[in-house]
């Protein structure tokens, strides 16, 4: 079983910056892939960006969010920069057992209960 808590989310201007922390417990979190998500107010999760080997985002984070993770802290990061009003939402991450990422919600085993991120204009 895997745990994970987010941390990071918070109010920030447009234009701003914040990081994104997600915490695992488990000694296999090295080979699980790690994934972040987003649900704004009014719609449905959707997909950000997530890190198997590589890292994999979608077109809204391009350029702007970055993945990393820190297999020694069990710990995977989501850097984003030029916040933006529509970036605001609550931001889960999770997991699946396997490297291989993928963007749609339904193939991750373990999801965090989420930070929320608030970007005013």
């Known amino acids: 079983q895997v745990q994970l808590v987010e941390s990071g989310g918070g109010l920030v201007r447009a234009g701003g910056s914040l990081r994104l922390s997600c915490a695992a417990s488990?000694?296999?979190?090295?080979?699980?892939?790690v994934g972040w998500f987003r649900r704004a107010p009014g719609k449905e999760r959707e997909f950000v960006a997530a890190?198997?080997?590589?890292?994999v985002y979608a077109d809204s984070a391009k350029g702007r969010f970055t993945i990393s993770r820190d297999n020694a802290k069990n710990t995977v990061f989501l850097q984003m920069n030029s916040l933006q009003p529509e970036d605001t939402a609550a931001y889960f991450c999770?997991?699946?057992?396997?490297?291989?990422?993928?963007?749609?919600?339904?193939?991750?085993?373990?999801w965090g209960q989420g930070t929320q991120v608030i970007v005013s204009s």
């Open positions: 999770a997991a699946r057992r396997t490297l291989m990422v993928v963007s749609t919600t339904l193939d991750w085993h373990y």
């Open positions: 890190i198997g080997g590589n890292g």
């Open positions: 488990g000694r296999t979190f090295s080979s699980y892939a």
